[in-house]
């Protein structure tokens, strides 16, 4: 077993508000082995996305990154200076955006755009190899050369999409974070872009983290996959694992929660809203909602420990596998 | 039968640009279908970005009048009502609109959308009166009057601001609610109450639900009768069990294929679909618009566009795979077609 490419030890990011600080990312800890699909799902405001930025440490106020660590292929990005994550960034780690639609620059040409990155991060590369590598990129997330020289506006969402993906992979980094990288696309170019992440992922041999909230597309993209409820995580396991025989009860309720073609009947919703991050309920975050509530659940937080092999879960009603 | 509300062979064109070098831009073509007053039902109409989904809805709602075709209320066109018959739609066709956070004014408190449809309608005496039909209708959707009354909309969640906008549809007792995308923007664990609220809507106060997305399994889910669009054409159409579990239409096929399946051993198929090159290089077709991304292209689907076959009693197809069946006219729609019900 190689050794993990991302770790992310007890990570908190926290917002600063009139009310005091508002825990978004609390205590996250979380591991990426190389060429690992993992998936990262949770409701609006469960702190997914303030998560994925600040691995890149590219979190902006109010917010601020309280403590932990996250370290990548043993540099601590965390505590990195500003020179040397402005290295690792795209070279190492890389984003895909949420809204393609937003983050292109409307007045640039798409080879403009791709290049850009590069040449920032290799300032002695020629513009014919520059060219070049554009070219191999647009072939790669599978858009025609002659895209080279459109703009954003002519291009539709699913090919807005590409291009970023091929913005993300110009340095072949060894992490590629994905936020909701299809929220914005109708299901048949999803498919398409989600089939040429993976494609792209094999040959580069890159891990991904996928952020997102639908689980059909967790269940079809992701090796492991960890639930974030409220900013913590409250289950981590193998994808088809938690997917058959979910432990923690607010994984059970998001895995019914989906409509299915399957079979028609009365909608599921998790009862209750997701909690106010700035007053937390006390002891476990989910027991006001939960339908196994105990007596123990609102006085003491469950801690993140493994009841099977791989299998990590935060609620009490699983005690720690012996070892 | 009296039909409540139809679209008769609607087209519409978008033109822009300048004066010499005009661009048309075909939102909807020769589409038809009718709302009955009798049997309230839920029609799915679903499609990709840029097929005419929306379009379909600002017709159907008088915001914009037809290039070509009708559309009608109670058998009136829409363009020319007097100001009674209009005030009349706008009470009895609801809308409820997808993003929950730009239907609020953000300077007024919520109960200012519930408030100013009583009072236009008046639908109360006092105001007294007019705060229990509010308490009422919130109620009715599982939301509590005093949690939500007298807040501004950004103390709100996005599902208990789309909720609301439920609330104040029912509010007006409408015959036809149009929801367009109304649960794209929430979360799926308040995507399932809001869709369980419209369904309570239409089948305790017998109100009829166009329901627009681009979800297939929110349609499905909810709905009695399907009309599937790709860029502006109906290309199938009719009862949704047929539809979803049996799609007929190339497109369709793939739409149903593309669902990602919340179940990791029932992977997708590796896609043979072509991916579309350029939206700006969809040349003049003369023929099926699906053509060039169709697995079963034939010669004659490039040459003629193809009419809507019959397929079975409940379904209509845009497809020359079922050229044997009988072609039916583009207006029968929801006459000939429709749920089993």
């Known amino acids: 077993m190689k050794a993990d490419i991302l770790q992310v030890r007890n990570l908190r990011v926290y917002y600063q508000t009139s009310l005091g600080p508002l825990k978004a990312v609390d205590g996250v800890t979380l591991s990426l082995k190389p060429r690992e699909r993992f998936g990262l799902v949770g409701e609006s405001g469960s702190g997914k996305s303030t998560l994925a930025l600040a691995l890149?440490?590219?979190?902006?106020?109010?917010?601020?990154?309280?403590?932990?660590?996250?370290?990548?292929?043993?540099?601590?990005?965390?505590?990195?200076?500003?020179?040397?994550?402005?290295?690792?960034?795209l070279a190492q780690i890389a984003l895909v955006p949420q809204g393609a639609m937003s983050s292109l620059n409307p007045v640039m040409r798409i080879k403009d755009q791709i290049i850009d990155g590069i040449r920032d991060h290799l300032k002695k590369m020629p513009g014919s190899a520059l060219e070049e590598r554009m070219h191999e990129l647009l072939a790669k997330v599978e858009l025609k050369p002659e895209m080279a020289n459109m703009f954003?506006?002519?291009?539709?969402?699913?090919?807005?999409?590409?291009?970023?993906?091929?913005?993300?992979?110009?340095?072949?980094?060894?992490?590629?974070?994905?936020?909701?990288?299809?929220?914005?696309?109708?299901?048949?170019?999803?498919?398409?872009?989600?089939?040429?992440?993976?494609?792209?992922?094999?040959?580069?041999?890159?891990?991904?983290?996928?952020?997102?909230?639908?689980?059909?597309?967790?269940?079809?993209?992701?090796?492991?996959?960890?639930?974030?409820?409220?900013?913590?995580?409250a289950e981590v396991g193998p994808v088809r694992e938690v997917f058959k025989e979910p432990l923690h009860p607010y994984t059970?309720?998001?895995?019914?929660?989906?409509?299915?073609?399957?079979?028609?009947?009365?909608?599921?919703?998790?009862?209750?809203?997701?909690?106010?991050?700035?007053?937390?309920?006390?002891?476990?975050?989910?027991?006001?909602?939960?339908?196994?509530?105990?007596?123990?659940?609102?006085?003491?937080?469950?801690?993140?420990?493994?009841?099977?092999?791989?299998?990590?879960?935060?609620?009490?009603?699983?005690?720690e596998v012996k070892r | 039968m009296t039909v409540l509300l139809e679209a008769r062979n609607v087209t519409k064109v978008?033109?822009?640009?300048?004066?010499?070098?005009?661009?048309?831009?075909?939102?909807?073509?020769?589409?038809?279908?009718?709302?009955?007053?009798?049997?309230?039902?839920?029609?799915?109409?679903?499609?990709?970005?840029?097929?005419?989904?929306?379009?379909?809805?600002r017709l159907l709602l008088g915001f914009i009048a037809p290039t070509e075709g009708k559309v009608l209320y109670k058998g009136g066109d829409l363009q020319r009502m007097s100001r009674d018959e209009r005030l009349e739609f706008q009470r009895e066709v609801q809308v409820i609109f997808q993003d929950p956070f730009e239907v609020y004014n953000p300077f007024y408190k919520v109960d200012h959308v519930l408030t100013t449809p009583v009072a236009k309608f008046h639908l109360a005496r006092s105001k007294t009166q007019a705060r229990k039909l509010i308490e009422h209708a919130l109620e009715a959707i599982g939301l509590q009057p005093e949690e939500t009354l007298g807040r501004y909309p950004h103390q709100l969640s996005g599902g208990q601001r789309q909720r609301i906008m439920v609330a104040r549809a029912s509010l007006l007792k409408p015959r036809i609610i149009l929801a367009d995308e109304p649960v794209s923007m929430v979360d799926a664990s308040l995507r399932a109450t809001?869709?369980?609220n419209l369904r309570k809507l239409n089948q305790k106060f017998g109100i009829s639900l166009l329901y627009i997305t681009h979800d297939l399994t929110t349609a499905y889910q909810i709905s009695d009768n399907i009309i599937v669009l790709y860029q502006g054409s109906v290309v199938e159409v009719g009862d949704i069990e047929l539809v979803i579990k049996n799609p007929?239409?190339?497109?369709?096929?793939?739409?149903?294929?593309s669902i990602p399946v919340p179940d990791p051993d029932?992977?997708?198929?590796?896609?043979?679909?072509?991916?579309?090159?350029?939206?700006?290089?969809?040349?003049?077709?003369?023929?099926?618009?699906?053509?060039?991304?169709?697995?079963?292209?034939?010669?004659?689907?490039?040459?003629?566009?193809?009419?809507?076959?019959?397929?079975d009693g409940y379904r209509a197809v845009r497809c020359y795979l079922y050229k044997d069946a009988s072609v039916i006219a583009g207006n029968a729609i929801g006459k000939d077609v429709g749920p089993k019900r």
């Open chain 1, 252 to 319: 059970q309720l998001l895995i019914a929660c989906p409509p299915s073609l399957e079979e028609k009947g009365q909608f599921k919703g998790i009862p209750g809203l997701p909690p106010l991050l700035l007053n937390l309920p006390s002891g476990c975050v989910f027991h006001p909602r939960c339908p196994q509530t105990t007596s123990r659940c609102s006085v003491k937080i469950p801690s993140l420990k493994e009841v099977y092999p791989g299998r990590w879960v935060a609620c009490h009603l699983y005690t």
């Open chain 1, 56 to 89: 890149m440490r590219l979190t902006k106020p109010p917010g601020y990154i309280e403590g932990g660590q996250v370290l990548l292929d043993g540099l601590d990005l965390i505590k990195a200076s500003e020179n040397e994550i402005r290295k690792v960034r």
């Open chain 2, 14 to 57: 978008f033109s822009s640009g300048g004066f010499f070098k005009r661009k048309k831009t075909v939102a909807l073509e020769n589409v038809s279908l009718s709302i009955k007053e009798s049997s309230p039902s839920i029609t799915g109409v679903v499609g990709e970005t840029g097929s005419g989904k929306t379009t379909l809805a």
């Open chain 2, 248 to 257: 007929q239409h190339p497109y369709t096929q793939l739409l149903v294929a």
């Open chain 2, 194 to 196: 809001i869709l369980e």
């Open chain 1, 152 to 233: 954003p506006h002519e291009l539709s969402g699913g090919m807005k999409q590409r291009v970023c993906l091929a913005i993300a992979i110009s340095l072949s980094p060894k992490v590629i974070i994905a936020d909701e990288p299809t929220s914005a696309l109708d299901v048949v170019v999803q498919k398409q872009v989600m089939l040429t992440l993976g494609q792209v992922q094999e040959s580069l041999g890159v891990s991904i983290l996928l952020v997102g909230h639908d689980m059909g597309l967790m269940a079809q993209f992701v090796e492991r996959i960890g639930v974030l409820y409220a900013g913590k995580l």
């Open chain 2, 266 to 311: 029932q992977k997708w198929g590796q896609d043979s679909t072509p991916v579309l090159v350029s939206k700006t290089s969809a040349k003049v077709n003369w023929g099926c618009k699906f053509v060039d991304r169709c697995p079963f292209g034939m010669p004659i689907c490039g040459k003629d566009p193809p009419p809507l076959f019959q397929t």
